[in-house]
């Protein structure tokens, strides 16, 4: 009697523990490729409340942005001041921003990221927001020329 309680107690710690890792949200990794004028995908889909590494590489010829904001009605006038406004990364806890070789930085709010030419960013971070946003890239003329995509957050 006291070897089956035994036994059904380590089976039951055992499911715990199983349960418990497998409930832990796994990371979503995406890569974003920047050249000129486009952003491969044009389209990513995340899942809120699961943390996410997106790494933005750089493939183009000159220097990029990356800006996460609501999506425009119509025709903007200011388009950074627009993203300002309407950023993603407004209260949505920490982000961090990873460059290879170089260090990471930490921050509540992120308005802009600047990925050099041949080089990568990871930005890390738990989507919280749902619904349709924009990505782009606001070089002169590159966001005219469409280096632009959505992100939508289920």
């Known amino acids: 009697m ?3 309680v035994r036994v059904l107690l380590v089976v039951a710690l055992l499911a715990m523990v199983s349960l418990g890792a497998s409930a832990a949200p796994k ?3 995406v890569t974003l490729t920047l050249t000129e004028f486009k952003f491969s ?3 990513v889909t995340l899942q ?3 943390p996410v590494e997106l790494t933005l590489v750089n493939k183009g010829t000159v220097e990029h942005e990356f800006l996460l904001y609501a999506v425009p009605k119509g025709k903007v006038e200011d388009m950074d001041a627009f993203a300002l406004s309407t ?3 407004k209260d949505t806890g920490e982000i961090v921003a990873e460059f290879p070789g170089v260090g990471m930085a930490a921050a509540p709010v992120l ?3 600047e990925v050099v030419k041949g080089k990568s960013v990871t930005l890390k971070f ?3 927001k749902k619904g349709t946003f924009e990505y782009g890239c606001h070089v002169e003329g590159h966001y005219d020329g469409g280096m632009k995509g959505t992100l939508i957050v289920k």
Request: proline share 10%; aromatic share 14%; hydrophobic share 35%.
């Open 41 to 43: 995908p044009k389209n």
């Open 27 to 29: 990371t979503q990794k």
């Open 2 to 4: 006291r070897i089956a």
């Open 48 to 50: 809120a409340g699961v």
């Open 87 to 89: 950023t993603y990364f």
């Open 126 to 128: 738990t989507p919280a």
């Open 111 to 113: 308005f802009e990221t």
